[in-house]
């Protein structure tokens, strides 16, 4: 099981989920590009390269097939495996994602805007965007752990997959995606809305939605619901129970 991260995160976002899956699957995270500890090589980024990484990571570690559950951009890399690497994978869980996230022109105000000014200006918008106003009361230690690796992101890396974001669209491609999909939404998500990945879910050949509390970083808000569900939809043929029990 391949766990993908959100922009500006890095792997440790998953930490409830290793804790409660570990036991069921061999588990693999590992952070994006200019994230966490890996390096960023000259930006800008594609969404291709973001996921040929994750390919040349597996071949380097032995991995032949897996499922994957990405967030995010991480989720935007998982249709792009899905398409392009489909042979490597058995299962996709698409969170909190849509097949074009967002707009070019506001991908590159964010960008204009971390360059000049640095990640920290945006923090308290990502807080809100990110965390129910209930997470950030009754978890603040995992919140503001969340959002100092966010700081933490180097410029280079957190820009490079900006223009990744900006320049991506896998909306033509969905229909080609004929392994399981499981779509996860946060039920207040402003930034990818249920709807996005409802039609996600509709327009692959095999998939299913299910819309969790929460906003942007839906894996935090109920981990243990959010364990359930994906645990369910990897370890039957794709049919899982809602709420998950």
Known sequence: ???????????????????????????????????????????????????????????????????????????LIGQWLAVHASNRFERFVLCATAPRIGSFESWQHRMDTVIHGGLNVIVEATRERWFTQQLCMQEPELVDRILASFSNTSIEGYVGCCAALRDADMTPSLGNIEHPVLAVSGQDDPVCR?????????????????????????????????????????????????PPK
């Open 1 to 75: 099981m391949i766990f993908s991260n959100s922009l500006g995160t890095d792997l440790h976002m998953w930490d409830l989920q290793v804790a409660a899956l570990s036991q069921d699957f061999r588990i693999l995270r590992y952070d994006n590009r200019g994230h966490g500890r890996s390096s960023s090589p000259a930006s800008p980024f594609k969404l291709a390269e973001l996921g040929a990484d994750l390919i040349a990571l597996m071949d380097h570690l032995g991995i032949d097939r897996a499922s994957f559950c990405g967030l995010s951009i991480g989720g």
């Open 194 to 242: 249920p709807s996005e990945l409802d039609e996600i879910a509709k327009a692959v050949v095999n998939g299913r939605h299910f819309s969790l509390p929460g906003k942007h970083i839906v894996n935090l808000e109920g981990p243990g619901q959010f364990n359930r569900l994906i645990t369910s939809f990897i370890k039957t043929d794709g049919r899982v129970e809602f």
